[in-house]
């Protein structure tokens, strides 16, 4: 599962910029997440991939299943 970010709904995929997402009219920076006002052209700022789930009505991923005999 991804961690914070800025999330968006297209076409049925969702998209992800961990720290931030360029595009010709504008800038997102994970710096200055609070200081956009959202929606920006579709794009959230989620604090994980299933907050961004919850939100744009997409299933909810179950956490990864520990692996046998990896101790950290």
Do not use: H, Q
């Amino acid at each position: 599962m991804k961690e914070s970010g800025f999330y968006k709904l297209e076409e049925n995929e969702l998209l992800y910029g961990p720290n931030f997402v360029l595009n010709e009219g504008y800038r997102l920076y994970k710096a200055n997440k609070d200081n956009y006002t959202y929606p920006v052209d579709g794009w959230y700022w989620f604090a994980d991939e299933n907050e961004a789930r919850i939100f744009f009505g997409l299933p909810i991923l179950s956490p990864d299943p520990p692996i046998p005999g990896l101790d950290i």
